[in-house]
């Protein structure tokens, strides 16, 4: 029974000995995801924005190509200038207070927000969700 004891405090001690071994590994795994998170987090708002996931703020930032160029899909409202897309039904924009456009979601054209039709194909279906 001795040499049964022996080796259970041998195990013990020996599991001890690890378990301390490893706690500033196991510490310095912790503070790395914790940074992980944080670079993350960083990340995220800084490409994303924290308004993307704002359900209360309407409007929407477009990306931007390299070339400057606005990139807004056929049917959304948008400002040419600051790149801000609009929910269907506004006419100006809210940042430099002129008239936004969009793409025709018919035909493609570039139109005033404001349209009551396209120009060029005729239709009163200008934007996708349009609220009227
Ligand atoms: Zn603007
Ligand atoms: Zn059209």
């Known amino acids: 029974m001795d040499a049964i ?3 259970i405090e041998y195990v ?3 599991i001890g000995g690890l378990a301390a071994t490893l706690f500033p590994f196991a510490l310095l ?6 940074l992980l998170w944080l670079v993350i987090g960083y990340l995220r708002v800084s ?7 704002s359900a209360v703020l309407p ?12 990139e807004a899909a056929r049917g959304v409202v948008y400002c040419p200038t600051d790149g801000i897309a609009y929910p269907a039904g506004a ?5 430099c207070e002129s008239d936004l456009l969009a793409s025709c979601a018919n035909c493609g054209a570039s139109i005033r927000a404001a ?8 239709t009163r279906d200008t934007l996708i969700a349009a609220a009227r």
Do not use: F, M, W
């Open 91 to 95: 006419v100006y924009c809210t940042v």
């Open 115 to 122: 349209d009551e039709s396209c120009y060029r194909c005729g």
């Open 47 to 53: 490409q994303v924005g924290i308004n993307a996931e």
């Open 29 to 34: 795994g912790l503070i790395g995801l914790y």
């Open 12 to 14: 013990a001690n020996d």
């Open 59 to 70: 409007t929407l930032q477009l990306p931007k190509a390299p070339d400057g160029a606005i």
């Open 5 to 7: 004891r022996d080796l």
